[in-house]
C-alpha cells in the first residue's frame, strides 16, 4: 500500500510540539496549583481541537471548521506522540493537592490519553470498521450554524470540503480485514451524507456568491461527492467482493478486548464480568414483578381464559394485549411532540429535578445520514460552547417499513412505552442531564461525557417518575416500564453473552422475545446493533445501578434532612463523570 503525507498532520505537529508547561514552581499552595492545572487544561483543550478538528465541531467548537482530521496513519501516531507529552505534562500535578472537580478533570483526561492509544494500537477499530469514516455529521452541522451570514459559511465549507478527497483515500488506506456489518453500515450512512451535499448545493442557489468563490465551492462540492461515492463503491465493489475469497472479521471482540474496552468506555467500580452476573439477578427480579403485575392484570384484558403454567407466557399474553393500544405509523412523530407537556408538567409538580425553561427542545424526524443503528430515538445536545443552541430529540418514525413490521415496532412502541422513551431521551433524562451538565464550567467534563453516568441517568430517570406514580399510577404502566428495564438490563446480558459467550443469533432472538417479550423489529434491531457496537449497551444497566447505589447510600447518611430534588440536583451538579467519583465527593462533603 502506498503511503500517504498530509498537510493538516504535518503542520499540528509543528504547532504542538513547542508545547511546555509552566508547572514546575515549588508553591505549596493548592490555589496556585489548581490555577495552574486551569491553565494546562486551556492548553490541552486547544491542542485536541488543533488535532481533532471534527471533535471540535462536534462540541461546538468551530475555529476548525474549514478542516478535517485525515484519518492516515502518520497523522494519528503524530497525535499520540503529542498526547504523550501533554500527559507526561499532566502527570506532573500531585493529585492531592487538586480540587474535587480538578480530580475528575484529571482522571477524565488520564483515561482519554490512556484509552487513546490503546483504540489506536491494540483496539484498532479504524481498521474493521469502515463506518467510522463519514463525513456528513460535521457538514450538516456547520450548514446549520446561524451565527455567520451564508456566504461566509460557504466558503468554509468550499475550504472543508477541499479535504474529502484525501480523508476517503486514508480511509481507504486504513481499512483491512473488517468486518461485514460494519461494511454495510458504512455504505448506508455514506449514501445518506450525500443528502448533506445536496443541500448545500441547493443552499449556494439562494446565496449571493459569486466569482472564484462559487466557482471553487463548485468544484469540491463535486469533488467530495465523487470522494463519497467512490469510497461506496470500494466498499461495495472491493472490500465486499473479497469477502468472498477472505471471511470478513467477526463482530464478537472477545473477553480480554472487551474487559478493557469495558474499563476505558465505562469506567465503573465492577468489571464488565461482574455487572452482567448482576444483571441476571435483576432479570430474575424484574421476570417476578411482572409476573406479580400481570395476573392482577388478567381478567381485565384476558376475561375467564384460562392462565397459562408457564409464568413467562402469562406475562407475555397480557403484554400483547396492552401493546395494541398504539399510535398509527404516520402519528409517531406528532404523539411524541404532544407528550413532552405533559411529562414536563409531571416533573415540575412532583418538584423532582430542576429545569431550565430557556433551553429549546425540538423534536424532529431523524436526519437521514444518522440512521441507519436501530434505535428509536436519541438526543442531539448542543455543545459547551453554544449552550443557547437547540436540543434536537431525534425520533425514527417507522415510515419505511412494511405494514406488518410497522405493526410490531408500533406495538413495542405502544401508547405507554412511547412515554417511557421519552422520559428516557429528553425529560428528565438526557436532554435534562445534558442541560445540566452544559451549567458546570468544566469543559473537560463536557466533551469527555461518560457513558455509563448519562445513560444510568436516563434509567434512574424512568424509575423516578415510575416510583412518583407517574401515569396515575396504573399498573399497566408500571408493566411496561418493568418491560423496558427488562431490556435495559439485557442490554447488559446480551451484549456481554454476544461478545465474551459466544451467543448465537438464534439465542440472542429467544432471549430478547422470550424472556424479555420484545416484538420482532425490536429484537432484530438490537441484534444488529449489538454487532455494529461493542460495550455501548452495558452503559444503561452499570450507570443506573451505581446511580441507585448512591442514592442508597446518602438517603441513609443524611436521615430526615434528604430530599430527591436536592439529590438529583447535586448528583447531576458534577456533570457527565463517571458516576464512582460522584459517588466519592457526594459522600465526602457528607463527612465534612
Ligand atoms: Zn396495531
Ligand atoms: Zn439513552
Redesign the pocket.
Known sequence: MKKLVYFAGMSCLIILISCNMNNNGNSNKNADVNEKFASYKETFIDKLWQLNPSFATEEGFHNYDSTIDIPSQEVMQQKLSIYKILQDSLHKFELQKLSDNNKTDFYLIENFFNSSKWYADTFKQWQWDPSGYNVGEGFDLIASRKDIPLNEKLIIISKRLAHVPAYFEAARENISNPTDIHTDLAINQNKGSIDVFNSIADSVKTSTLAGDDKKNLQTNLNNAIAAVNGYITFLTDTVKTDFKKNPPRSFRIGKELYERKFNYDIQSKYTAEEIYKIAEQHKNLLHQQMYELSTKLWSKYMGNAPQPKDSLALVQSVIDKIALNHCKKDSFVATIKRDIPNITKFINDHHLVYMDPKKPLVVRKTPDYMEGGGTGA??NAPGPYDKYANTFYNVSPPTHLSDADAESFLREYNYYTLQILSI??ALP??YVQLMHANMQPSIIKNVFGNTAM??GW??YGERMMIENGYGDNAPEMQLMYYKWNLRETLNTILDYSVHCLNMSEGDVMNLLMKEGFQEKTEATNKWKRVRQTQVQLD??FTGSTEILALREDYKKALGDKYNLYDFNNKFLSYGSVPVKYISQMMMAELKK
Do not use: L, M, Q, T
Request: net charge negative; charged share 15%; glycine share 8%.
Open positions: 436519541s438526543i428516557h431521551e433524562g438526557h448519562v445513560e436516563a434509567v452503559a444503561y
